[in-house]
T-cell receptor
């Protein structure tokens, strides 16, 4: 059974810092990995999707890497801003089925203070 | 608004009530999902529908009854719920694996059972 772990559980940083969120998964037979952002009481917003054949994806100040063989992914946020404060969720799309089946980590709660 | 719309946004119901959650996707995806998000727990997959056929029921109690009349609409019928069923219920859609777009989530329905 796939298990996804995110470290740290919570992170508080001053504005302007670069930061790294970590995600690890136990079964490397995945189709892709997706990072999401969730604001309090809201749904999930997709940030980046990395296919299993890719090593990284970038969108603006965000960069996500994937090391499938070691079961790890990192989300790098450059020049953090208070608006980045949210919960960040990592999810892996397990292989073996034609439809997707996402397994989520528990998330990292990020607070960026002015 | 994302391409996945959920209604209602908030719902308070008694344990003897019957209610339904609705989800609609405008993305042309062929798979739809119900996830449950409880406090301090990772998102849990409840049901998967692929081309209108239920392909997974993740040991969900029978007081939750899904319905997928077509590939664009998904319902979750609720009856005789328990207070521990209070949670954020999220609907999502996707294409089959290999998609470059991953999952798209709705904004969720915040359910409170009293």
């Amino acid at each position: 059974k796939q298990e996804v772990t995110q470290i740290p559980a919570a992170l508080s940083v001053p504005e302007g810092e670069n930061l790294v969120l970590n995600c690890s998964f136990t079964d490397s037979a995945i189709y892709n990995l997706q990072w999401f952002r969730q604001d309090p009481g809201k749904g999930l917003t997709s940030l980046l999707l990395i296919q299993s054949s890719q090593r990284e994806q970038t969108s603006g100040r965000l960069n996500a890497s994937l090391d499938k063989s070691s079961g790890r992914s990192t989300l790098y946020i450059a020049a953090s801003q208070p608006g980045d404060s949210a919960t960040y969720l990592c999810a892996v799309w397990d292989g073996g089925t034609s439809y997707g089946k996402l397994t989520f980590g528990q998330g990292t709660i990020l607070t960026v203070h002015p | 608004e994302t391409g996945v719309t959920q209604t209602p946004r908030h719902l308070v119901m008694g344990m003897t009530n019957k209610k339904s959650l609705k989800c609609e996707q405008h993305l042309g995806h062929n798979a739809m999902y119900w996830y449950k998000q409880s406090a301090k727990k990772p998102l849990e997959l409840m049901f998967v529908y692929n081309f209108k056929e239920q392909t997974e029921n993740n040991s969900v109690p029978s007081r939750f009854s899904p319905e997928c009349p077509n590939s664009s609409h998904l319902f979750l019928h609720l009856h005789t719920l328990q207070p521990e069923d209070s949670a954020l219920y999220l609907c999502a859609s996707s294409q089959e694996h290999g998609s470059n777009y991953g999952y798209t989530f709705g904004s969720g329905t915040r359910l409170t059972v009293v």
